[in-house]
C-alpha cells in the first residue's frame, strides 16, 4: 500500500521573507509537517497490526491519531502550495481568476468582507488550528471555517482551497505572541492562482454528497 510522503516545497526557504522568515519555513516544513507524515504513516502500521491480531482495545484513539497527522498532512500539503513571494493583493478577472473573484464576491459580499472574516477565523481560532476558505458542495459557495488542531468545526465534504495556519510553529518566532499581526501579514503572500485552480477542481469534481438516490 502507498504511503504518505512529504511533500517538496514548491520554492526556496527564503522565498517568502519578509512576510514569513526562512527560519521558520525550514523548521515548519522539515520538522512539523514531517512529523505528521510519519505520524500518519506510523499509525496506519498500528492499524494495520491491530486488524492481524484482531486487538481493538486502541482503536478509539488510533482513528483519532490518523485524523489528526492526515489532516495535518493535508492541510500542510495545500498552505505551501497557497503561498507565493509574487502574490497577495486581490484576485482580479486580468490575472486570469475572475471565477475566483466573482464567487468570493457572491458568498460573502465583497473582498473586504471575505478577508475580514477569514482574518478574525484565523485569528481567534482557540489554542491550535487553521482559518480556511472552503467550497462547500452542497450549495456551491464558499464558507469560512475554523479548524481547531487539524480537524472539528468544518462542513462535510467542503474542500479547503485557501488555508492560514494559525498554530504558534507557524510564526511565533517571527511575531511572537501577535498572531493577529501573522495573519494579516500573510495576505501578502496568498497565491491566488493555486486558490483558483483548488476552487475550479472543486467546483467540478463528482462529490459522493450530490450523486442522485
Same mark, same amino acid.
Given at each position: 500500500?502507498?504511503? $504518505?510522503?512529504?511533500? +517538496?516545497?514548491?520554492?526556496? $526557504?527564503?522565498?517568502?521573507?519578509?512576510?514569513?522568515?526562512?527560519?521558520?519555513? +525550514?523548521? /515548519? /516544513?522539515?520538522?512539523?509537517?514531517?512529523? $505528521?507524515?510519519? &505520524?500518519?504513516?506510523?499509525?496506519?502500521?498500528?492499524?494495520? #497490526?491491530? !486488524?492481524?491480531? #484482531?486487538?481493538? &482495545?486502541?482503536?478509539?484513539?488510533?482513528?483519532?491519531?490518523?485524523?489528526? /497527522?492526515?489532516?495535518?498532512?493535508?492541510?500542510?500539503?495545500?498552505?505551501?502550495?497557497?503561498?507565493?513571494?509574487?502574490?497577495?493583493?486581490?484576485?482580479?478577472?486580468?490575472?486570469?481568476?475572475? +471565477?475566483?473573484?466573482?464567487?468570493?464576491?457572491?458568498?460573502?459580499?465583497?473582498? =473586504?468582507?471575505?478577508?475580514?472574516?477569514?482574518?478574525?477565523?484565523?485569528?481567534?481560532?482557540?489554542?491550535? &488550528?487553521?482559518?480556511?476558505? =472552503?467550497? +462547500?458542495?452542497?450549495?456551491?459557495?464558499?464558507?469560512? #471555517?475554523?479548524? $481547531?488542531?487539524?480537524?472539528?468545526?468544518? &462542513?462535510?465534504?467542503?474542500?479547503?482551497?485557501?488555508?492560514?495556519?494559525?498554530? #504558534?510553529?507557524?510564526?511565533?518566532?517571527?511575531? !511572537?505572541?501577535?498572531?493577529?499581526?501573522?495573519?494579516?501579514?500573510?495576505?501578502?503572500?496568498?497565491?491566488?492562482?493555486?486558490?483558483?485552480?483548488?476552487?475550479?477542481?472543486? !467546483?467540478?469534481?463528482?462529490?459522493?454528497?450530490?450523486?442522485?438516490?
Amino acid at each position: 500500500m502507498p504511503v $504518505y510522503t512529504l511533500p +517538496e516545497l514548491p520554492y526556496d $526557504y527564503s522565498a517568502l521573507a519578509p512576510v514569513i522568515s526562512s527560519e521558520i519555513i +525550514e523548521l /515548519h /516544513h522539515d520538522k512539523h509537517h514531517a512529523a $505528521y507524515v510519519k &505520524g500518519a504513516n506510523d499509525t496506519l502500521e498500528q492499524l494495520a #497490526e491491530a !486488524r492481524d491480531k #484482531e486487538q481493538w &482495545g486502541a482503536l478509539n484513539g488510533l482513528e483519532k491519531n490518523l485524523a489528526f /497527522h492526515l489532516s495535518g498532512h493535508i492541510l500542510h500539503s495545500v498552505y505551501w502550495q497557497n503561498m507565493t513571494g509574487d502574490g497577495g493583493g486581490e484576485p482580479l478577472e486580468k490575472d486570469g481568476v475572475g +471565477e475566483l473573484a466573482d464567487a468570493i464576491a457572491e458568498s460573502f459580499g465583497s473582498f =473586504a468582507g471575505f478577508k475580514a472574516q477569514l482574518s478574525k477565523a484565523a485569528a481567534t481560532t482557540q489554542g491550535s &488550528g487553521w482559518g480556511v476558505l =472552503a467550497h +462547500e458542495p452542497l450549495s456551491g459557495r464558499l464558507v469560512v #471555517e475554523q479548524v $481547531y488542531d487539524h480537524q472539528g468545526n468544518v &462542513g462535510q465534504g467542503s474542500t479547503p482551497i485557501l488555508v492560514f495556519d494559525a498554530w #504558534e510553529h507557524a510564526f511565533y518566532l517571527q511575531y !511572537r505572541n501577535q498572531k493577529a499581526d501573522f495573519v494579516e501579514a500573510m495576505w501578502q503572500v496568498v497565491n491566488w492562482q493555486d486558490v483558483a485552480r483548488r476552487y475550479a477542481a472543486a !467546483r467540478s469534481r463528482t462529490d459522493a454528497l450530490l450523486l442522485a438516490p
